[in-house]
């Protein structure tokens, strides 16, 4: 299969968002997202903070905080690939794969070529003209994507997993090295 063989879809035809409020959940750990594509733990003090409105990000599911990608020139996401659940501000976008397309399309596939530097510098055209330069919702959802059969994502997303794992093992023995 070539690349001109690969059919492109809206975003928006894939994905939907997801909302649901920590309400009185409070066995859920509160997390961020950084630039480095990823969650990570809060560094706010939050004992004094009202966490019933933030949101609930389910195993399997994205968020992604659409400010500030003027500014940074980045898409920040992440995906929940934990056995937990995380919850996120509310001002973070939580969305999954449609029910109706997880036949056609693979989490794990999306959020590779989600987390592309390529596809946070494509954001970056579609943010709005304030100073924080945020994405509107509707234009990440008009935003087309590549959708190779599922196929092939199975395999691109083996082979970016093998070498990730690979990266890892190698940095793994250069530490005892650098000591």
């Known amino acids: 299969m070539s ?26 750990s509160v997390s961020g997202v950084h630039m480095e594509k990823g969650f990570i733990s809060t560094v706010a003090d939050m004992t004094e903070v009202d966490t019933s409105k933030y949101k609930v990000v389910p195993k399997g599911f994205f968020a992604c905080n659409l400010m500030h990608i003027g500014r940074d020139v980045t898409f920040p996401l992440a995906f929940n690939d934990s056995e937990e659940s995380k919850a996120v501000s509310p001002a973070y976008y939580i969305f999954h794969i449609r029910q109706e397309k997880r036949e056609n399309i693979l989490s794990e596939y999306l959020y590779i070529l989600l987390k592309r530097a390529e596809f946070g510098r494509l954001t970056w055209f579609h943010t709005d003209s304030s100073i924080r330069g945020n994405l509107p919702i509707n234009e990440l959802l008009n935003i087309q994507i590549p959708l190779p059969d599922i196929t092939i994502q199975k395999k691109l997303v083996a082979a970016y997993n093998g070498l990730k794992q ?14």
């Open 166 to 179: 690979l990266a890892e093992e190698n940095e793994a023995l250069i530490e005892p090295l650098q000591n």
């Open 3 to 28: 690349a001109s063989d690969v059919k492109w879809v809206r975003l928006g035809n894939c994905i939907e968002e997801y909302k649901e409020a920590l309400g009185s959940q409070n066995s859920i």
